[in-house]
């Protein structure tokens, strides 16, 4: 066992490309919760949808998505749906961040799939007889979703998307292989430059616990404070 | 309580006896290799002619394949090869998963502080391959484009330190990295020499399309890798590499693989295995 120092990787540079890569975790974890949540409610109103193409389209989607790794989803929207775009724009694109966009595209679209069908369990935890009520009285479809069941189901779903969260956050660090510079590369980075390999996984470690503990006691208080009475039981 | 005290005692000694014990049996990496009758080396498989694998025979085979190959017949123990990725390859070392390491692996100063090395066994340099359209026809040019490389080898830094301003992107593997390059998603593809004349070579026809520039980002020279301090093991290796080159079996090992009548098609060697020291 070589002797463990922790010293050289927080001088300069190594300090500086850890929390870079911390920096673009957090934001690829930030902003793929917000393309992914609506798109979840989307995904779940299709498949609870009274037409059956819907439903049989939505259902489609979360199978497909969720029966193949994100390592393969990631792959795929880095090395192939690129290549589709037009030569002019192509160019552009490369010539930009496309290996965040890449992950963002592939994490959103995973995610969107787990998180569709705890909103869909939401929506059922809400008696059904609701909607019904509120179509009575006039509400379309639509409007009765949107105002009666959905933010009752959305309240109930808070704690499992915020697991689902927690997932999201360890699974941007997938996006090291399309070359994404979050934490996981930039701690590959630091281990080829200083050898390091056991103190700078150590330090990625808390890194990502920390977060992850901080989004467990999200879940846990949500549970106890915002759930309706019905679901605290 | 006295009688439970002592054998405490007991105990805790003979768990010290143990680990003793079990540290004497790793004091010497030579007597365990001999002991368990099989030398592990570590290689990548994925960088031809180094070590790549074998379309027909799907077994790994290459230059180092066949270092490794003299080397377990010099110990008098079976060879058996073990797959690595770039990064995983000094950590792979030092926790005794392998026990040398033949994998395309650069011997610099730096490494030095942290693993052993045997004579060099190859000397490459680190070239620049672009697309032909591109116009780059020198490393200034690079500077402040993308170009892509390997994760966890010393081309980063390399390609940084020649061009201080550049964007570098990093794959797992070469051929992961080129591919991002045909792909458009970078300017320039980094990598040792050998292995980027090799991906060039095998585009056959579309070879037109890229270039590799003239200039070295750096000299590499390739070493087997030794887990630090294994003195008797280096000087084991050592020897057979330098057996090899009295024998003349050095020189046939680089024309088999590297030679005229390869895809790579280099003249002549222009390194001797000779030597363990290094100028960076």
Known sequence: MPDLSFAPLLRGDYLAWLLAGLRLSLLLSGLTLLTALPLAIGIALMRISPLRALRIAGEAYVEAVRCVPLLVHMLFWYFGVPELLPEGIKATVYAGEIEIVSAWAALTLYTAAYMSEDIRSGVRAVPAAQLGAAMALGFSYLAAMRLVVLPQALRITLPPLLSQTLNLWKNTSIATVIGTAELMYQAQRVESATFRGFETFALVTVAYLSVSLLLTGLAHWAQVRLSPSGARR | ?280
């Open chain 2, 1 to 280: 309580m006295q009688r439970n005290r002592r054998r405490l005692t007991h105990t805790l000694a003979a768990l010290g006896l143990s680990l003793l014990a079990l540290q004497g049996a790793h004091a010497d990496q030579l007597d365990d290799i001999k002991k368990k009758g099989e030398l592990v080396v570590g290689v990548l498989g994925t960088d031809e002619p180094n070590s790549f694998i074998d379309a027909k025979t799907r077994e790994i085979i290459g230059y180092e394949v066949d270092l490794a190959r003299t080397l377990a017949a010099k110990l008098g123990v079976k060879l058996q090869i073990k797959q690595l990725a770039v990064a995983a390859r000094i950590p792979e070392l030092q926790q005794g998963h392998v026990d040398l390491l033949a994998a395309s692996l650069t011997h610099n100063k730096e490494r030095e502080a942290v693993i052993d090395f045997s004579l060099t066994t190859f000397v490459t340099g680190q070239k620049v391959l672009v697309k032909a359209d591109s116009g780059i026809q020198n490393l200034a040019q690079l500077s402040g484009k993308k170009v892509v490389t390997i994760k966890g080898g010393t081309q980063e830094p390399n390609i940084r330190k020649a061009v201080p301003n550049v964007d570098v992107v990093t794959f797992e593997t070469g051929p992961q990295a080129f591919q991002a390059l045909q792909q458009g998603k970078g300017v320039a593809f980094v990598n040792d020499e050998v292995s980027l004349l090799d991906q060039h070579a095998k585009l056959g026809a579309g070879k037109d399309k890229y270039r590799v520039l003239e200039q070295n980002i750096s000299v590499e020279p390739l070493a087997i890798g030794i887990r630090k301090g294994e003195k008797r093991l280096k000087a084991e290796v050592d020897g057979a590499l330098a057996g090899l080159e009295q024998s003349g079996e050095a020189d046939k090992l680089f024309l088999k693989w590297y030679g005229p009548e390869t895809r790579l098609k280099f003249p002549k060697r222009t390194f001797k295995i000779e030597s363990d020291k290094v100028d960076n």
